[in-house]
Nanobody, 121 residues
Framework: QVQLVESGGGSVQAGGSLRLSCTAS????????MAWFRQAPGKEREGVAA????????YYADSVKGRFTISQDNAKNTVYLQMNSLKPEDTAMYYC??????????????WGQGTEVTVSS
């Protein structure tokens, strides 16, 4: 059974930072795309960042380029999303996903439970 366990959400003021973590079961982590998506209240879920764990290719949504960094720790089967210079519009539930392709949301079948991020102005 695939498990994706997220952590690291919380509440911060605008301009602050948070780091999200997503740990996957071994076979799901290796040589796979892992991605972060987010869904704000009343809005559709959107892609944030993705990384290919077998080669390090990354994609970012334009709205987070230069502020967010996705990275991996192969020893821990974990992908991180470092979020800096947070804005109120980054407030959302953040979901980790694995086994899809880049930021193509519909290609992902494995999802975590989500971790909430709230940015106050």
């Amino acid at each position: 059974q695939v498990q994706l366990v997220e952590s690291g959400g919380g509440s911060v003021q605008a301009g602050g930072s948070l780091r999200l973590s997503c740990t996957a079961s071994g076979y799901m982590y290796r040589r796979n795309w892992m991605a972060w998506f987010r869904q704000a209240p009343g809005k559709e879920r959107e892609g944030v960042a993705a990384i290919y764990t077998g080669g390090g290719s990354v994609y970012y949504a334009d709205s987070v380029k230069g502020r967010f960094t996705i990275s991996q720790d192969n020893a821990k089967n974990t992908v991180y999303l470092q979020m800096n210079s947070l804005k109120p519009e980054d407030t959302a539930m953040y979901y980790c996903a694995a086994g899809g392709l880049g930021l193509a949301q519909l290609s992902y079948r494995n999802w975590g439970q989500g971790t909430e991020v709230t940015v106050s102005s």
